[in-house]
């Protein structure tokens, strides 16, 4: 008797979902794709329907073209180095329709409930209505909930002047005539304190740690195409890249910005060409951390002291999962551990698509996870033993712990191309384990389990 394919649903349509969506497709695993908004592309869709997405109107990305693009869907050569937001979903819509995905995809439907029953069929319930798969992708980001300060300011209950997360910023008008200070040193900071020094009034950049600001172009080249070849030592990569930031860059200190209190590499990198010049210029000033805020001033922590009519915190997100109950999956101070950012040792068919932070592009990561679990489903790669899974996540995460400062930013942090060289390397040990285990399937499809057949 044939045994016939696991089904599966996959959360989210963004640029991790229909990576999934695809790899689904082409391996002939059937699916459904819930996406909450009306298109795809999640959040580089500018004011989508949902409301989830964090894009801005001066919006671009700050990885390269060649570095962002799926493996087989090339973007279009007239494309810059960094397009805008506005090209990168027309691509994302390219790729869903080239690939014949579009109608598998169910707009507008919210997943409300995702419950592993007993037998370990998924129900995942929307608009009321529950169905049945084998298997979860969950690919629903980790850009859209977000987190604010914790805890709020002193006065920032009874602050005279508006406070806004920059999941809000859209538009630089909004800061048109007025005093802003933008807390914080990633990237969304940067854009949006340098999108404020050409419209408001006064501009300050609070920075609560120092950061490394790494400009787009190193030596007329993107500057993630540098070198990078991960056979290389990590450390041996740093040093170099920390001679070039050197020579091209100097000492953020020099600037007016806080000392970074770590190496190269050890917290996720600022990319922006302009912040800088803007600094330079007067038009950005930086500022100590915030203290508190009183009326209609901001205080920091070096004892001055400015008035503000807006201050955007710029402070992240949280991970988090809204169909799961609690106690069952959920990523607490945005950690949960996985088998190489994508399996949970605990539950053969969940499997987490770019729940990670690379330093470098997540769409290509996220296609080769979506490629990785598609042989899972059909049996043409196994998983090495849970103990030794666990092994690999435990030591895994005290290097990251070791290396990044200690943040709930860095909890998920992967290397973008030495992530797909070791997981190149340990696909090709999974397709062995499965060869001598016969292809059996992972995850048996819910009518065959029933009715006791055997894989």
């Not at 994302?92 to 080239?98: E, I, K």
């Amino acid at each position: 008797m044939s045994i016939s394919l696991p089904t599966a649903a996959i959360i989210g349509a963004g640029s991790s979902g229909i990576a999934a969506a695809k790899a689904l497709h082409e391996r002939g695993i059937e699916f459904d794709c819930y996406e909450s908004s009306d298109r795809v592309g999640g959040n580089w869709v500018f004011a989508n329907k949902n409301g989830m997405s964090a894009a801005y109107k001066t919006l671009h990305i700050n990885t390269s073209r060649e570095r962002m693009e799926y493996s087989d869907f090339p973007m279009p050569k007239s494309y810059p180095d960094f397009p805008h937001h506005s090209q990168i979903a027309e691509y994302f819509d390219g790729y869903v329709d080239h690939f014949g995905i579009r109608d598998k995809i169910k707009f507008e439907s919210s997943v409300e409930h995702a419950v592993r029953r007993d037998d370990g069929a998924w129900e995942v319930t929307c608009a009321g209505e529950s169905r049945l798969y084998d298997a979860l992708l969950v690919a629903n980001g980790h850009h859209w909930d977000p987190r604010w300060p914790e805890p709020a300011f002193p006065g920032s209950q009874s602050f005279a002047g508006i406070q806004m997360h920059a999941h809000e910023y859209t538009d630089p008008e909004t800061f048109r005539d007025k005093r802003v200070v933008v807390l914080g040193m990633g990237n969304s900071a940067m854009d949006i304190a340098v999108d404020a020094s050409y419209v408001g009034a006064e501009v300050y950049l609070a920075a609560r740690r120092g950061a490394y600001v790494i400009p787009k172009y190193v030596f007329g080249k993107p500057v993630d195409q540098l070198v990078a070849d991960p056979r290389l030592p990590w450390a041996l990569r740093m040093r170099f890249f920390e001679t070039v930031m050197r020579l091209s860059v100097g000492k953020v200190e020099n600037y007016g910005l806080p000392k970074p209190d770590h190496r190269l590499g050890e917290a996720h990198p600022t990319i922006s060409s302009r912040i800088l010049d803007r600094i330079a210029h007067g038009t950005v000033k930086p500022k100590a951390n915030i203290e508190r805020l009183d009326g209609d001033r901001v205080y920091f922590v070096d004892g001055s002291s400015v008035e503000a009519d807006i201050v955007v915190y710029c402070t992240g997100y949280k991970v988090t999962f809204p169909f799961f109950d609690e106690g069952f999956i959920s990523a607490p101070d945005n950690d949960l551990p996985l088998y190489r950012r994508c399996f949970d040792p605990a539950i053969n068919n969940v499997f987490f698509i770019a729940l990670l932070q690379p330093l470098g592009a997540i769409m290509p990561l996220a296609e080769a996870q979506s490629q990785w679990v598609a042989a899972y489903l059909r049996g043409e790669y196994a998983l090495p033993p849970v103990a030794e899974m666990r092994s690999e996540i435990a030591s895994d995460r005290e290097r990251m712990f070791k290396r990044y400062v200690k943040s709930k930013r860095h909890t998920m942090q992967v290397d973008f191309d030495d992530y797909l060289y070791e997981l190149g390397k340990e696909r090709r040990r999974g397709a062995q384990r499965a060869r001598e285990a016969g292809y059996r399937l992972p995850v048996l499809p819910l009518a065959e389990a029933q009715s006791g057949v055997a894989p």
